[in-house]
């Protein structure tokens, strides 16, 4: 009996602190919250378990602190969800760096876990795994000739990750290619500038955007570029490249897509009680300028945001490939013991209620990238349609111009025949502008000086 109330006083301080730290994810209805037998039974076993291991386990020396960690991850995977996942304090900090501060030391990719396998999500632009070939949808299979088989995603970051100037080798299993593919990487410093910027087209009338990655640098970054193409009349088009970009701060990608929809909702959040929160845009001081958004299979969470109200609202086109499909919201939690939880606490969908999870989303334009070319397809049919609308639209307003009107102010003196002659070289000029100023002239032979008169082109 004893024993048993020891077990229920550490029940009742492990399930207060994740209550506190709001994550308890055993879900119970009203009348199983108030019945801590029923919540006993639930989590005795584990208890028992723990207890049996430090009285009967072979080894006395136990790292208690491993083995919590150990079932915390193999509670968090019972879940099936690869982006909910616990973190021990030196990975939490690490992530917290990486996500805020912009830099780390690696190979320059974002991986997850999908169909239990370690994929690239994306390459990082101008790192080392970028450099080295390695592709958005590489399944890697081995790190340094050991099987990533069963391998946590955690583990295969910490793997991965090292000095620079260290050397790792990556085994790469690519879709249409049989043989596994060896890359033999340097370690780098890898430094992420969120937003790069180009301007492109023959009449270097279109702005180029590039973002790589959704954090706090983001936004200022980008309405600095955004600035400068608004004081550059010249600029009258945007391409907008989201591929390979694998996602990051939810609050991040709302500000991004404000910046070109002006109203209206950016994204639809629905939580586990099926509680659906709107969140419009923040309005914009840029140009309607027309707008093509660039996605391939690594635009991924925060840029399936962007790129999804883009297309919904009809702001621009969405050309390349279909997006990777990572249509759920995570939340970070600390603990008390300096690490944390990433857990998925909402699935988005786009302005139209379109969900984007395990789907991803279709461009409107279909362009497949080169597979044996360094020639970017996408990008140049981007700035071919863009300069294309450009042209007709220049063509359209010749044609404007030369249908639009002139006006002249009648003068002392005139009459509808001596400004006929003005304009016209034919003698029926006159009746062309009565015509057009019945509601100023009542008598052709009756006009007074300062009325406007508009003079049609023929």
Known sequence: MIKRKKIITLISIFVVVFIISGFLFYKVNKAEENNK???????????????LVRSEYVEKDLDINKIVQGAIKGMLKALDDPYTRYMDPQAFKREQEDMFLGYFGGLGVIISVKDDQIIIISPIEDTP?????IKAGDKIVEIDGKSTEGMELDDAVNILRGEKGTEVTIGIKREKVEEILKFNI????????????????EENNIGYIRITTFN????????EVLNGFKKDSNIQRIILDLRNNPGGLLDSAIEVASEFIKEGPIVHIKDREGVKVTIPSKGNQYPPWPLIVLVNEGSASASEIVSGAIQDSKRGKLLGEKTFGKGVVQQVFNLSDGSGVVITTSEYFTPNERSINHIGIEPDILIEAAEDS????????AIELLEKKSKEETILAE???????????VKKGDSLWKIAEKFYIH????????????DKIKNPDLIYPYQRFTIPKK
Not at 37 to 51: A, S, Y
Not at 374 to 380: G, M
């Open 37 to 51: 037998e029923v919540l006993f039974n639930h989590i005795e076993p584990f208890f028992e378990t723990l207890n």
């Open 399 to 409: 044609v404007l111009e030369k249908s639009k009107p002139e006006y002249y102010e």
């Open 374 to 381: 360094e020639e970017d397809v996408q990008l140049n049919k």
């Open 427 to 438: 003698s029926e000029g006159w009746i062309i502008i009565f015509e057009a100023n019945k």
């Open 216 to 223: 706090v640098n983001t936004k200022p970054e980008l309405e």
């Open 129 to 133: 795994a970028y450099k080295a070939g």
């Open 186 to 201: 340097i370690r780098d410093i890898i430094e992420v500038q969120a937003v790069k910027e180009k301007i492109m087209g």
